[in-house]
Structures are given as C-alpha cells and as structure tokens.
C-alpha cells in the first residue's frame, strides 16, 4: 500500500509514516514546514523518517496543501492507495492571536485533501480532529454522542468543521472516511507548544513553569506510540457503506473515534512525574484559565477499541520518562 501523509513532519505525522514504513508501506509525505515552531526539530524528524525507510519507500513533498495549485503541483503523476491527514495549524491558543491561519490549513486545506480524495476514488481516508471540539462539555468521559456545537475556541470550531465537511463529502460521494479526535498526544519527538515540552524546558533552566487554573486540571494524556496504534489500525479498516449508524452518527461511510488514553491525570500529578524524571523540582507560577482552555479531557475509546481494537498501554509512569531521555538527548542537556 503507498500512503500519502500530510503533516509528515510533525509529531504525528512523522512517527505514522515510521509505522508504515516499518511493516512494509510506502509512504508520500508532504509538509509545508511553516514556522510556527522550530523548523529545525521539523527536519530532525524528517531526517530520521528517512533515514529509517528502506530505499525508494518514501518520497517527500514540500507544498502547503491548502494551496490548491501548489498542492496539485506536488501530487502530480504520484499514486497512492490511501490518505492520512494529519496536517493543521494547531494550537488552541495561537488561534487567539492568528485565526487566518487556522482558516486557511484546517478549512480551506481539509477541503483540499477531500477533493483529492474524491477525485482519485480513493478506498479511506483517515483524517485528524481533536478533543477540543467537545468544548464546554460537562459530562466525562466525553463521547462520540454528546454534544460538540460550544467551540472554546477557533482552533476547535475548525477541527468541528471538518467533520461536516466530512460528513458532507461521504454522503455525496460514498467517501470512506474515519475522524479522529485525538487527547492530548506526548513523547519523545514531540511539539515544543505543549506543555510537557514547556514544563521540561523550564524546569532544566530553572525558570518559572506557568500552570492554569490554579492546578486544577486533567489531561488524558495519551503516549505516541498508542496513537500511532491506532491510527494504523483505523486506516486498515474503513467505514462500510452500509446504511448503518457509525461511531459519531452517521450513516454514510464516515465514523468518527475518540483516540485517547482513557485515565484522565491531574495536572500536578504530571508535574511530579516530570520532576522526578529530570531530577529536579519545578517553580509554579499559578495563574487563572487562559481564553480558550477547559478544565478536563477525557476519551471514552469504548467505541475504537470495539471495532478495531485500539489498546493504550503506556502510562505516564512509563511516557514521561520517555519523553525525558530524549528531550535531554536532543537538546544536549
């Protein structure tokens, strides 16, 4: 199977295309590699994705997809059998200061990815979402059922837009298609705007580590490898166009899974682990919600370990430390 991955050299997206790659796959990649965080770590994870594919799986493309041309230009005599969108402008709180960009990757660039999808015919696409579109939901673990029209914040608001566009695009076209709303994904290779990367940082300099709502928050942190997982495990198995009601409501060919961990952590218990992973406590500057925020994440995966049997097996007791080691490799500490 050729695979084209979009946002391959992102967190996600690079340690996807190195599954697919390590059972036998070839993959397509393409990455604008904007700088909305150090482009640098971007092309370490390019490097390595490389440096592990065998000769002639993996091809790079570098081309911003929500540039319809451009994107055409990229994908131009390349065929491949499935997509795996996991490229966005993410981020819940730049979204406060720059929602054109949101508007222009993960709007104007989903549809792109749709249409590719519709006119080539292809068998699935799997795309990302996120546990922010639950919002100012209530009611844990949160559900595919329950309710995601209270946006916290744009960023969220488009990941929603997605799945109706996607929902669109099944129903009319018989697009198999599988949304994932992904909780709070950390380890090794991760992305320098989330806070365990903040926290390592500053607790390795000695600085001040900002931590909201006095501390009184929970993640359902969800380690790389279990995503991962379960990403490969919901491209091999696409929706049926059945007529039957899907995981997230519908009845086309698009189902819709929360891919989490299912153990929700405080936030100060995160914390801990990190300050015993790096030996070394951390100052906390306690500070009132940001914009955007909520208090609590939590993934009822009932339904994704129901049909494809995702399983998260790794804690942070075993995550965090992870993490550790390779963030003190990486930047040399």
């Known amino acids: 199977m050729r695979v084209l991955v979009t946002g391959v050299a992102g967190f996600i997206g690079a340690a996807v295309a ?6 036998g796959d070839a993959v397509i990649g393409l990455d604008n590699l904007n700088p909305y965080y150090e482009v640098a770590l971007k092309e370490a994870r390019l490097a390595r994705v490389a440096g592990n594919a065998p000769s002639g799986a993996f091809a790079f493309k570098r081309a911003d997809f929500s540039d319809e041309a451009a994107l055409a ?3 131009e005599g ?3 059998d499935r997509i795996v969108h996991l490229g966005a402008q993410a981020g819940v709180r730049y979204s406060l200061d720059n929602p054109m960009a949101y508007a222009r990757s993960n709007l104007v660039g989903h549809l792109a990815l749709l249409e590719t999808a519709r006119h080539r015919q292809l068998p699935h696409m799997v795309y990302a979402s996120s546990s922010s579109v639950y919002g100012a939901n209530r009611k844990t673990p949160f559900a595919t059922e329950d309710r995601t029209d209270r946006p916290m914040s744009l960023y969220a608001a488009t990941k929603k837009a997605d799945e109706l566009m996607s929902e669109t695009y099944a129903h009319l076209y018989r697009l198999p298609l599988t949304g994932l709303r ?3 994904v950390y380890g090794p290779w991760g992305r320098p705007d989330m806070a365990l990367w903040r926290f390592a940082e500053r ?9 909201y709502n006095g501390g009184e928050m929970s993640r359902d942190f969800t380690y790389i490898d279990d995503i991962v997982a379960g990403v490969l495990a919901c491209l091999d198995k696409p929706p049926e166009d059945n007529e039957q009601e899907k995981p997230g409501g519908s009845i086309a060919p698009h189902t819709i899974y929360n891919i989490g961990n299912n153990n929700p952590e405080q936030l100060m218990t995160m914390i801990s682990a990190l300050e015993s992973a790096i030996g070394k406590k951390a100052q906390i500057d306690y500070l009132a919600m940001q914009p955007g925020d909520v208090p609590t994440t939590y993934a009822d995966i009932s339904a994704i370990a129901r049909n494809v049997g995702y399983a998260p097996t790794t804690s942070i007791a075993e995550g965090i430390p992870a993490f550790v080691n390779w963030f003190r490799e990486y930047r040399g500490l």
């Open 78 to 80: 390349e065929d491949f």
């Open 203 to 211: 607790i390795f300099a000695g600085e001040p580590i900002p931590v």
């Open 182 to 184: 992904f909780f709070t």
């Open 73 to 75: 230009d990229a994908l």
């Open 18 to 23: 190195d599954a697919l790659l390590a059972r």
